[in-house]
């Protein structure tokens, strides 16, 4: 099938669809400009100082970091901060919005830049199942709050040597604050029982329609969770530029395009139904 007809087919199975669930990954916010540092190379471009220490980006972005290598994790995190805050959520994101304004439809994200939120969907209706940079929890988990920031900058941030200082700290200990992201290695994380509730409750019932966009191999949360609802009887459009990132789910609903140009493509070929 051509790109247009797959597009045209995709179009009317969103519209026949009363359920949906939105799977978005990496790929989703890359074309907001938000890096993945998945590519070592791009990621050891943007901060030297942590490759003459080969401190990788998982390295940092975990509970040890926090605690043995404290102004390069916090550095790493407030760079992300900054760089989310500086870009945009691209027109997929409020297309979701509308589409989702006539369905039962629910967003689950892996993303962590808080840009599903910030494109105002509703806050019920998504679960952003690795946190978000947006709130900050207590490192040595005192209690299990987690509570919202979003200032910035928020500390104080050294280029030359991508050091970080002047920490948040937390309101109930004096304690230092990590972001409340579920990190590598990370036991500590304290989870969103309001957002998995209402995940837990729209995904009671069958789903008709899963779109599944930016996953990548190295992170299949949603790809595993695809095919769960598959199982379940929904099908799946697969958006996404890595034709590998099929291989889990298998749809014949596969988009081999970016995801901003995949949903206004979709949003177009919708509008003329
Ligand atoms: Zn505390």
């Known amino acids: 099938m051509d790109i247009d007809s797959l597009i045209q087919k995709c179009a009317q199975k969103i519209h026949q669809a009363e359920r949906i669930v939105f799977l978005t990954s990496a790929g989703m916010s890359a074309d907001s400009n938000i890096p993945t540092f998945r590519d070592k190379e791009g990621y050891w471009s943007n901060f030297p100082p942590f490759k003459e220490k080969g401190l990788e980006a998982q390295d940092l972005a975990s509970p040890w970091a926090f605690r043995n290598e404290l ?71 005192c209690s299990p709050d987690f509570w919202d920031e979003d200032a910035v900058p928020l500390c104080d941030l050294d280029h030359d040597t991508m050091k970080a200082s002047n920490y948040p700290s937390c309101p109930h200990c004096g304690g230092i604050a990590r972001p409340h992201i579920l990190m590598f290695g990370d036991g500590e994380y304290t989870g969103h029982p309001e957002q998995e509730q209402n995940f837990y409750a729209f995904a009671r019932r069958a789903v008709d329609l899963v779109v599944l966009v930016g996953s990548s191999g190295a992170v299949p949360t949603n790809d595993y969770l695809a095919r769960e609802f598959m199982q379940d009887g929904a099908e799946t ?30 949003d177009e070929a919708l509008q003329a139904l």
């Open 237 to 266: 459009l697969n958006i996404n530029l890595d034709p590998s990132a099929n291989a889990i789910v298998g749809t014949e609903y596969f988009l081999p395009l970016k995801g901003k140009e995949a949903f206004e493509r979709l």
């Open 71 to 141: 102004p390069h994790a916090w550095a790493f995190y407030e760079w992300r901060r900054r760089n989310a805050h500086e870009n945009q959520p691209h027109a997929g994101y409020t297309l979701i919005n509308k589409w989702m304004a006539h369905k039962d439809a629910f967003i689950h994200t892996t993303n962590t830049d808080g840009y599903h939120l910030r494109s105002g969907c509703p806050p019920d209706k998504v679960k952003e199942v690795h946190g978000s940079m947006w709130r900050l929890q207590c490192l040595n988990v």
